[in-house]
């Protein structure tokens, strides 16, 4: 499953934040490191995060929604990716992959990447919601 996100110029009262992020996610069901006996269905997500603004920005922090099928909510934020709080030149691509594990066989994530720019200004770089999906359980 891919996902895409394009942040749109932010207007403050005296300020724009232009950079903007276009934000990939593809998904994998871990079927050697399930155990859907037990409720547990391991998923990994790659992400790309693409500078198409005109000035770096600092990834800060992250903030996913991770709902199941049963419409059971988790919410985790963090700093930064994966141990790291990477700057991201435009015209260049910053990727990660990471995990998560549901107790049934689909779900969904969507959430937010807290970014700075070099005037210090933080702004919220969306991403979109993607499905997880055990493959032969959907049509």
Known sequence: MKATSIT?????????????????????????QSNPEEHQFVFSYTVTIINN?????????????????NGETLEVKGEGVVGEKPWINPGEAYKYTSGTVLNEFMGCMHGSFTMCGTDDVEFEAPIPVFTLAQPDKLH
Do not use: C, N
């Open 8 to 32: 749109k110029p932010f207007k403050g009262d005296d300020y724009i934040q232009a950079p903007q992020f276009e934000i990939k996610v593809v998904t994998k069901y871990l079927a050697t």
């Open 53 to 69: 603004g005109s000035s770096k920005a600092q990834l800060l922090r992250r903030h996913w929604i991770i709902t199941d099928a």
